[in-house]
């Protein structure tokens, strides 16, 4: 009997590999829950918790494809939008720049949830808006958002100065003496070398940041020139 059962067992073996079904257990390749988008830019581990004084750094990518988000007409949509959902669900949209495939944001939030909840509700509405201008149907953004939780002083220093002269980063052409004009540059004021009267641009579309961190203590370290 246990021989029989032992060439039984080696018939199946053999079968197994002659089909590639061989598993010796252990993690596979392949397995686990599949990544969102086009590309798995952004862990889908539980984000890390939010406290509602310190700010967050977010990321938005678009899916592949799609027209750049630097052009007149698609900007002054998207202004409208981010006025529009600049204070709801318990966020806060203090700072942004906009760039050809993604923005960035510097966020204020209640916790987690209203993070989650908060840039859901701003992706939706920029989502729409962005269709019914580009006339099409579908998914806007490729990915989960990336979030950055900013809890200290020279960190929200780093971030705003990454977030606003981001476009200088990416190579792109600026105006001189002038902050990048697809971001909230011009209504920062935070920068060293650069004063314009408010009545010379329209009303700001961002909330006024509430954190000590992003009202004040970053200041201690200096404020932001134009070029970095």
Not at 110 to 126: E, T, W
Request: proline content about 5%; overall charge positive; some cysteine.
């Amino acid at each position: 009997m246990g021989m029989k059962k032992c060439r039984r067992s080696a018939v199946v073996k053999d079968g197994q590999r002659e089909f590639g079904f061989v598993h010796h257990g252990g993690k596979r390749r392949g397995a686990g829950r599949k990544p969102k988008g086009q590309r798995a830019l952004v862990s889908h581990a539980t984000r890390e918790d939010v406290a509602s004084y310190k700010p967050v750094h977010v990321t938005i990518k678009l899916r592949r494809g799609l027209p750049s988000l630097r052009r007149k007409r698609t900007y002054a949509v998207l202004l409208r939008t981010l006025a529009a959902g600049s204070e709801r669900f318990g966020l806060r949209l203090t700072q942004f720049s906009i760039q050809s495939n993604h923005a960035h944001l510097i966020v204020e939030v209640d916790d987690r949830h209203a993070l989650s909840r908060g840039i859901q509700g701003l992706c939706i509405r920029i989502a729409r808006a962005l269709n019914r201008q580009w006339r099409r149907k579908g998914k806007v953004f490729g990915d989960r958002y990336h979030a950055h939780v900013l809890g200290s002083p020279s960190e929200v220093r780093h971030a705003l100065g990454y977030v606003l002269r981001n476009a200088h980063r990416h190579r792109v052409p600026q105006p001189a003496g002038a902050p990048d004009p697809f971001s909230s540059g011009v209504w920062f004021d935070g920068w060293l070398d650069f004063r314009v009267p408010r009545r010379e641009w329209p009303s700001s579309p961002i909330a006024t940041a509430r954190t000590w961190l992003a009202r004040i203590g970053w200041r201690r370290h200096g404020l932001l020139t134009l070029v970095p």
